[in-house]
């Protein structure tokens, strides 16, 4: 069964500063995602990734895998408030018919 | 007009009830999958339908169980709802994982308390 985790689970930091959130998985997933949500609201696909070495980049985040550590890392860039939201990341696989699998999620918090 | 309808939005039931969540889709996909959000624990595979015909239990299916009357729809029931199924559920599609493919897409999401 693949699991994800995903570190930390809570985020809280400045405008302008940079951080990782890292999400690593137990076993062969075919690919990792990335989603955010806000609070009360939907789940938004921020990036899907496909294979290994492969770097996704929109505004201030940016994806990227590395399938033998099996490790996703999100990094975000000069941190603005509007980033503020959970963020998740997800495996999927054959085994159970490409259906995600979630990490418990990172929240993140923005601060001035 | 969104792509994946979930209804209701919010839901208030009594332990021991039948309820129907209902999804429908516009996105013409054939895979539709139902999940659970509970806080802190994220998002957990309920049942997923690779179509009509092809319906299938995830992690937590005990306590559900599911319709896919059409290619655009996909029904979660609760067959007699207790307390510890207060949650939020989503129900989400995606297209055939080809390369650059298997995107899920979320509908908005239906609230539900069990009193």
């Known amino acids: 069964e693949l699991k994800v985790e995903q570190n930390p689970l809570f985020l809280s930091m400045q405008e302008g500063k940079n951080y990782t959130i890292y999400c690593n998985y137990s076993?062969?997933?075919?690919?990792l995602y990335w989603y955010r949500q806000d609070p009360g609201k939907s789940l938004e696909s921020l990036f899907v990734?496909?294979?290994?070495?492969a770097v996704k980049q929109e505004g201030r985040l940016m994806a990227s895998l590395d399938t033998k550590a099996r490790l996703s890392t999100l990094h975000i860039t000069a941190a603005v408030h509007d980033l503020s939201a959970t963020y998740f990341c997800a495996g999927s696989n054959s085994n159970s018919g490409y259906a995600l699998n979630f990490g418990k999620g990172t929240s993140l918090l923005v601060t001035p | 007009d969104a792509d994946v309808t979930q209804t209701p939005r919010n839901r208030i039931t009594k332990t021991g009830k039948r309820i129907m969540l209902e999804c429908s889709q516009t996105k013409g996909h054939d895979r539709m999958y139902w999940y659970r959000q509970d806080p802190g624990l994220g998002l957990r595979l309920i049942y997923y339908s690779f179509d009509v015909k092809d319906i299938n239990k995830g992690e937590i299916s005990d306590g559900y169980s599911v319709s896919r009357q059409a290619q655009a729809k996909f029904s979660l029931s609760l067959e007699s709802a207790i307390p510890n199924q207060t949650a939020l559920y989503f129900c989400?599609?995606?297209?055939?994982?080809?390369?650059?493919?298997?995107?899920?897409?979320f509908g908005p999401g239906t609230r539900l308390l069990v009193l």
């Open positions: 989400a599609t995606s297209d055939w994982p080809t390369a650059g493919g298997g995107s899920q897409y």
């Open positions: 076993t062969t997933s075919d690919r």
């Open positions: 990734l496909l294979s290994n070495g």
